[in-house]
């Protein structure tokens, strides 16, 4: 089993900045990816961004430029670093970690954005 636990997200406008954290712990070896998704009221959960264990990054058409990815191997977290934030990036924001062993999810953060 892997414990997943994402930092609080909050309120922020547009145009600002906030950094997400989501801590694993248990059963974190044989990491294949790691993932932040979010999903907006009424809409489908999307892929935001994703880090392989190797390092290498991916992210959504709608976030490039703005959103970053990144792990710290030590502290087994994994951060999304968010600027340039716009009303439309208002979601709860969900970190997912898939292992060899299976996939598990974070309870989900609260990202709202004003205009």
């Known amino acids: 089993q892997v414990q997943l636990v994402e930092s609080r997200g909050g309120l922020v406008q547009a145009g600002g900045s906030l950094r997400l954290s989501c801590a694993a712990s248990?059963?974190?070896?044989?990491?294949?990816?790691m993932e932040w998704y979010r999903q907006a009221p009424g809409k489908q959960r999307e892929l935001v961004a994703a880090?392989?264990?190797?390092?290498?990054?991916n992210y959504a058409d709608s976030v490039k430029g703005r959103f970053t990815i990144s792990r710290d191997y030590a502290k087994n977290t994994v951060y999304l670093q968010m600027n340039s934030l716009k009303p439309e990036d208002t979601a709860v924001y969900y970190c997912r970690g898939t292992y060899t062993h299976g996939d598990y999810w974070g309870q989900g953060t609260q990202v709202t954005v004003s205009s």
């Open positions: 880090i392989t264990k190797d390092g290498s990054t």
């Open positions: 248990g059963n974190i070896l044989r990491l294949i990816v």
